[in-house]
């Protein structure tokens, strides 16, 4: 069974941080890439920040560009989003997924997804 557990989610002040852990198992970690995405109340859902975990090769979304670190951890099939610099806008429940296909933010390339973790930003 494919699990993608979510968590590290909170309330942090303008400016904090968090780190966001992304736990997967029920499928070959190094064939796939995971992806964070958030959905604020209202707002479809978008991407965030991707990474392989066969080569490490990397996207972000423009406006997490230089705040947000994706990085993984092949031996534990833990994938981590570090977020600093956080801001009100930032405000959403944070979900992970793997797909197989390409190193992407858009959704539809992902086949398994979290149950989500909630982040507020409060300012």
């Known amino acids: 069974e494919v699990q993608l557990v979510e968590s590290g989610g909170g309330l942090v002040q303008a400016g904090g941080s968090l780190r966001l852990s992304c736990a997967a198992s029920?499928?070959?970690?190094?064939?796939?890439?995971i992806g964070w995405f958030r959905q604020a109340p209202g707002k479809e859902r978008e991407g965030v920040a991707c990474i392989s975990s066969s080569d490490g090769d990397t996207c972000y979304a423009d406006s997490v560009k230089g705040r947000f670190t994706i990085s993984s951890d092949n031996d534990k099939n833990t994938v981590f989003l570090q977020m600093d610099s956080l801001k009100p806008e930032d405000t959403a429940v944070y979900y992970c997924?793997?797909?197989?296909?390409?190193?992407?933010?858009?959704?539809?390339?992902?086949?398994?997804w979290g149950q989500g973790t909630q982040v507020t930003v409060s300012s």
């Open positions: 997924a793997a797909g197989n296909r390409v190193v992407t933010t858009v959704p539809d390339e992902y086949d398994y």
């Open positions: 029920g499928f070959t970690f190094d064939d796939y890439t």
